[in-house]
């Protein structure tokens, strides 16, 4: 600490925003971006999970061995920022950025070093900080790296390397493209549904009526602001999470905050698997296919459209989120709801599509919710599908 420069002090006050998993899920949106191979994985949901692991296994052991903070220990030694009113070993935001960085650093492997840097550097935050012991760090590095490594062999076992061989299709009056994107999903192991298929929708109605309404649609500014923003909204339901733990002041219960992350990844992650398992069971039409002459707002993706992607997934989120901060429960709702209707602004969805996602994603979010908190907020390794 008697070494303690503004370059140190800046990488402390990094590390120390929010609860230990706030910045790392903050990093996995920008390492995701360019490799959408890999984002179809959704590694967060496995950081997540070794995250939750690693900090759960974390709080047992300081339970156990009690250690104080070094400033109680010795009262002439002021810490650089707050101390958390926690038990120093081992160190929480080490055992998270072992296990977020070794998890990614699989996912990334041509980022691995500066991953692994990157957890190093928010380890030695502590130290320099003065709230850890140099061995609360060490015992925190060696937790995160070993769960960390059983959930690695998990997620090589997630189904992603299964090759799809099946056939496109070929009926005009459903999806057609070059390629099925995102159809490998289906093979992918889910973590809390039982298959892919449990919340597959009925098949679609004829989109005659829906296409009518499509055309007779007069944009305006607003809806076509809404659709623009939420076709560039990034991970928007994570970044909500965070700032509803700082409006709760949860960012010092390291448990809790890293649950909410892992809850809400986890369900995203087989939502993903679920949508695009009943896109492809039905091969949904998409507006510009069912009528040539209609012209979209924005791009159209290259997948089928039934049902909705934005509005199975932004529903799911909706009902994990609500219950977690169920006094924002209707916060939440209307922005499912504003997600789900700015596809159809956008001309890319049916007002069918969406309104199936919304439904859809509500039973989800609520299965994933029940599943996992029965399990008394326990996401351990046992429970995994992929054993």
């Not at 980022?111 to 190093?120: E, T, W």
């Not at 994570?238 to 986890?266: H, N, W």
């Amino acid at each position: 600490m008697a070494k303690l420069d503004e370059t140190k002090m800046k990488t402390i006050k990094y590390w120390d925003a929010g609860a230990p998993a706030y910045r790392w899920n903050q990093l996995v949106p920008e390492l995701t971006a360019q490799k959408f191979e890999v984002a179809l994985r959704m590694p967060s949901a496995w950081m997540n999970m070794a995250i939750y692991d690693a900090t759960v296994l974390a709080w047992r052991e300081k339970a156990k061995y009690q250690r104080k903070r070094p400033h109680q220990v010795d009262p002439s030694l002021k810490p650089a920022i707050n101390a958390p009113q926690t038990f120093s070993y081992p160190c929480e935001h080490t055992v998270t950025a072992a296990a977020a960085a070794h998890v990614l650093a699989y996912f990334f492997p041509a980022k691995a070093d500066s991953i692994l840097q990157l957890g190093r550097a928010a380890a030695q935050s502590r130290i320099d900080a003065g709230v850890q012991f140099p061995s609360d760090v060490e015992a925190g590095w060696k937790l995160g790296e070993e769960v960390a490594k059983q959930v690695i062999e998990k997620a090589k076992q997630d189904g992603s390397a299964t090759v799809w061989k099946g056939e496109m299709n070929k009926d005009p009056k459903k999806w057609t493209g070059k390629y099925p994107v995102g159809i490998n999903l289906v093979s992918y192991v889910p973590l809390v549904l039982k298959s892919a298929s449990q919340f597959r929708p009925p098949a679609p109605p004829d989109f005659a009526a829906d296409m009518k309404e499509m055309k007779e649609f007069k944009q305006t500014f607003k809806s076509a602001a809404t659709a623009y923003f939420w076709a560039n909204s990034g991970d928007l339901w994570t970044d909500l999470a965070g700032k509803k733990m700082f409006e709760y002041r949860l960012q010092d219960d390291a448990p809790a905050a890293a649950r909410i992350y892992c809850v809400l990844s986890t369900g995203y992650h087989d939502a993903a698997i679920a949508i695009m398992d009943a896109k492809y069971a039905y091969w949904g039409v998409r507006p510009n296919q069912y009528d040539s002459t209609y012209k979209p707002l924005i791009s159209t993706p290259p997948f089928p459209g039934y049902p909705s992607g934005h509005a199975a997934a932004a529903s799911t989120s909706c009902g994990i989120l609500s219950y977690f901060f169920p006094a924002d429960a209707e916060h939440f709702r209307k922005l499912a709801k504003d997600c789900a209707d700015s596809r159809f602004y956008a001309g890319i969805h049916f007002r069918s599509d969406n309104e199936v996602g919304l439904a859809m994603g509500r039973e989800l979010g609520r299965y994933v919710v029940e599943t996992l908190m029965q399990k008394q907020g326990s996401v351990s390794l046992k429970s995994w599908k992929g054993k």
